[in-house]
């Protein structure tokens, strides 16, 4: 299966993403946009893993007080030159110190951490999704004009929460993309 850990965003920002996605769907409608239920930040990708039960074993030692975040400004990966990630931005000092926690508490399972922490939320991508192209790769023209529209708009403001909580996902690929289950739900204190 399939597993990554990543944060869920309230409802309120998830609608507020959604009506400012809405106003981008007809305007650049070669974008592959993320369908918002899918809309999470991603702490740590695990990629294929045979059985959960150990890591949802060590992701229970992970014991860190919730914290506040905001979501607000967008941008792409790389950059806006070579878009191919438009996302959403976090806000939130303690949120690198959760990631931190919770790949430290993977590593005896035999998961790397990751070597930088980008806390984002994919709103839209392109090609693989990867951060690079594979060569001869280039982004589609929609993509470019995006870059140019979200350089010459005023940064979007989305909202505030309280982290609360943090997940175990399974992603299950399908035609239509993937579709995203929880498997278990991890409290952070207070």
């Given at each position: ?110 998961f790397a951490q990751e070597s930088e922490f980008h806390p984002h939320l ?69």
């Amino acid at each position: 299966m399939r597993l990554f850990v990543a944060l869920d965003i309230d409802e309120a920002i998830q609608q507020r993403l959604d009506d400012y996605v809405r106003t981008l769907l007809p305007r650049f409608p070669g974008v592959r946009f993320v369908r918002s239920s899918n809309y999470h930040i991603t702490l740590q990708f695990l990629g294929e893993v045979p059985k959960a039960e150990a890591v949802r074993e060590h992701l229970r030692q992970v014991h860190l007080p919730a914290f506040e975040l905001s979501v607000c400004g967008v941008g792409f990966f790389p950059d806006a030159r070579a878009p191919r990630i438009f996302w959403a931005g976090i806000e939130a000092p303690p949120l690198a110190a959760l990631a931190r926690s919770v790949g430290q508490s993977l590593e005896a399972l035999g998961f790397a951490q990751e070597s930088e922490f980008h806390p984002h939320l994919t709103l839209a991508r392109h090609g693989s999704g990867r951060p690079r192209p594979v060569r001869g790769e280039r982004p589609p023209d929609a993509f470019a004009q995006l870059a140019r529209h979200v350089a010459s708009s005023p940064a979007p403001e989305f909202g505030t929460m309280t982290a609360r909580e943090f997940f175990l996902y399974e992603s299950r690929l399908s035609s239509s993309g993937a579709l995203y289950c929880k498997l278990e739900g991890f409290e952070l204190a207070g």
